[in-house]
């Protein structure tokens, strides 16, 4: 199956960054959001991306003007019916999902492959709440999504070998390399960072060192591009904790329940950039 149109659900950082992706690299893409005003905050977002990177010499402005030619948004699920693919990434709740795929079920044509962004959430279950198991699987693209060169390709255990081979098509198409996961809470690359990132948050809370030093210590340390605070700020605290929260529900280890800490700030909606406080201080002065 070729895909050459892509319907997007979902107007937040991922949903902007995927639909910037897709559309730069030849697809057709529809974006929906709930509200025009999201929905024409992604078109301003890939503007004012693309717009730096013309800036950069990075990209021309003949490119710019062709993927923002092939990118389009709207409020009506319907838009999406006759899409070769729709990639989902609203917030990370699986009774939100499962309502949303079930719709997307109706509305979409039979052969169109719903698939998922989803980072933990098991892939199956989304699959069921459809009436096309077989051409439902994740793709897991990383933020920011125009950077990172990994997809995380799921395969739930009701997936098509065909399905899996045309997402997979699509997302090297992209320019991404991909990797091929089962369905297991967290798939690699989270399964393994998370653990991480809440023993980092553990360590701060036992006062073993300050946020700022534990930060300079692994990036000067294992050459990361950033230490672990400013990752669980650029991540977000409370998608983190969804993340940690069913990492837990399926494995049931100790590494994998929320740092107390965590709870609290988000609790508090320190939530890191997008809320402008996390464990450091975005306000703009």
Request: a negative charge; proline letters at 4%.
């Amino acid at each position: 199956m070729s895909i050459n149109k892509v319907g997007i659900i979902g107007s937040g950082i991922m949903g902007t960054g995927i639909a910037e992706v897709v559309a730069t690299t030849g697809h057709e893409v529809v974006v929906r959001s709930r509200s025009q005003p999201a929905a024409d905050g992604v078109l301003a977002g890939v503007k004012r991306s693309l717009d730096r990177q013309v800036e950069r010499g990075k990209t021309t402005e003949a490119h710019r003007d062709e993927a923002l030619a092939r990118l389009s948004v709207t409020t009506d699920l319907q838009d999406l019916a006759d899409v070769d693919l729709v990639i989902e990434s609203v917030v990370e709740d699986l009774t939100v999902k499962l309502e949303l795929f079930e719709e997307l079920h109706t509305v979409c044509d039979e052969k169109t492959i719903l698939a998922t962004n989803t980072s933990t959430l098991p892939v199956v279950d989304i699959a069921m709440a459809t009436g096309r198991p077989a051409q439902v699987c994740g793709v897991h693209f990383f933020n920011p999504a125009p950077v990172m060169n990994l997809v995380e390709i799921i395969r739930p255990i009701t997936a098509s070998e065909e399905t899996i081979e045309a997402v997979t098509e699509f997302a090297r198409s992209c320019g991404k390399e991909t990797v091929e996961v089962e369905d297991r809470a967290g798939f690699v690359v989270n399964a393994l960072l998370f653990p991480y990132l809440n023993n980092a948050v553990r360590l701060f809370e036992r006062g073993i060192a300050s946020k700022e030093d534990i930060d300079a210590a692994m990036v000067g340390g294992c050459g990361f591009p950033m230490g672990p605070f400013a990752l669980l700020d650029l991540v977000g605290l409370d998608t983190s904790v969804a993340i940690l929260d069913a990492l837990y529900e399926e494995h049931r280890e100790q590494q994998y329940a929320p740092a107390p800490l965590l709870r609290r700030m988000v609790a508090a909606n320190h939530l890191g950039r997008k809320s402008s406080q996390g464990f450091y201080d975005y306000k703009r002065h």
